[in-house]
């Protein structure tokens, strides 16, 4: 079935760096969503892409929907103590469904 | 405010024992999802439902048994034949069509004493 491979799995920086992550599929999607995930909390979206190639920002963080439509990736610019925890990719299942895929997540931890 | 609750925030399991996990969303969406995540792991599917009175089976739904009565409400069992049913439960909600955004509870963790 389809697969999200996100990666790095984990990252550990200093503050004020900036951070880039990226997830890949084995098949083409059409959305790509991504989430952060606070310690203890639920998944909130970050940004949501819809067309391959776009470039969208929000904030320190931008996100790119690969133009081969299997590849995505997040960038953080000048990392803050509150940029920990974990980021999700996310996208469309296979079936006719509201259902996502999502990858295994990149967990950030940010030295002051 | 519109959003989705689940509660308790934290709930204990005795050995055998039944327990229901509450979901609630007021965002008027048709379809609903449960997920467990376990420590320094990504989100699994146990159940969801795209319509009222209609549920599937997600990928790990073996004791599991959830019920959609109404629109706004995706109760989630976690029954004795679990047999590791300490994690983190996540309820979603969206509105069910293919690549939706889906929205998130605050999460409920079990424990088993």
Known sequence: GQQLNQSPQSMFIQEGEDVSMNCTSSSIFNTWLWYKQDPGEGPVLLIALYKAGELTSNGRLTAQFGITRKDSFLNISASIPSDVGIYFCAGPGSSNTGKLIFGQGTTLQVKP | ?113
Request: charged share 20%; with cysteine.
């Open chain 2, 1 to 113: 405010d519109g959003g989705i609750t689940q509660s308790p925030k934290y709930l204990f399991r005795k050995e055998g024992q039944n327990v229901t996990l509450s979901c609630e969303q007021n965002l008027n969406h048709d379809a609903m999802y449960w997920y467990r995540q376990d420590p320094g792991q990504g989100l699994r599917l146990i159940y969801y439902s795209q319509i009222v009175n209609d549920f599937q089976k997600g990928d790990i739904a073996e004791g599991y048994s959830v019920s959609r009565e109404k629109k706004e409400s995706f109760p989630l069992t976690v029954t004795s034949a679990q047999k590791n049913p300490t994690a983190f439960y996540l309820c979603a909600s969206s509105r069910g069509q293919v690549g939706e955004t889906q929205y998130f509870g605050p999460g409920t963790r079990l424990l088993v004493l």
